[in-house]
């Protein structure tokens, strides 16, 4: 296994983090670079990436957390997510399928209510409540994991 080194994103990243998003099939807005966090191999290679995105709310979101499907398996999201909500000592949320749900919950991030959602994540699973009845799509779930926890 090659070597694996964690950067923050730069505005030359750019293009393969929208490449990455796209591909994987995720939510493309608000992927601003200052905020990303890089998974790359000894060869530079972007092999991962996520980020922490701020809502008007003053809610924070661990957001477009992907790996690449031929790096699958080797830890990579598991170091994004670490070295992530280590940057923000405080509530930290997340929007994910309901098939992740475990995965999130070893980081200290729990299920929550609609009415223990911030704003927007209220807005944005009520219409995806809808789009679920309409596609039979998994379940989205909106988890939290409170600050001040390691």
């Not at 003053?58 to 670490?82: F, H, I, M, T, Y």
Request: glycine fraction near 10%; aromatic fraction near 6%; charged fraction near 30%.
């Amino acid at each position: 296994m090659s070597e694996i080194r964690l950067r923050p994103a730069t505005a030359s990243d750019q293009v393969v983090i929208r490449r990455l998003v796209r591909q994987a099939g995720i939510n493309p807005t608000g992927l601003k670079w200052p905020r990303f966090t890089l998974a790359e191999d000894s060869n530079g290679d972007v092999l991962a990436c996520g980020q922490l995105k701020p809502h008007v709310d003053g809610s924070v979101e661990l957001a477009s957390l992907v790996v690449r499907p031929d790096q699958r398996g080797r830890g990579l999201a598991r170091k994004v997510v670490e070295t992530l909500v280590a940057q923000h000592p405080g509530d930290v949320h997340l929007m994910c399928r309901s098939g992740l749900g475990p995965f999130y919950e070893k980081f200290g991030f729990r299920r929550l209510a609609a009415d223990e959602m911030p704003p927007y994540f209220r807005r944005v699973k009520r219409l995806m409540v809808l789009l679920e009845k309409l596609a039979g799509e998994e379940k989205l779930l909106v988890m939290l994991r409170p600050g001040g926890r390691r």
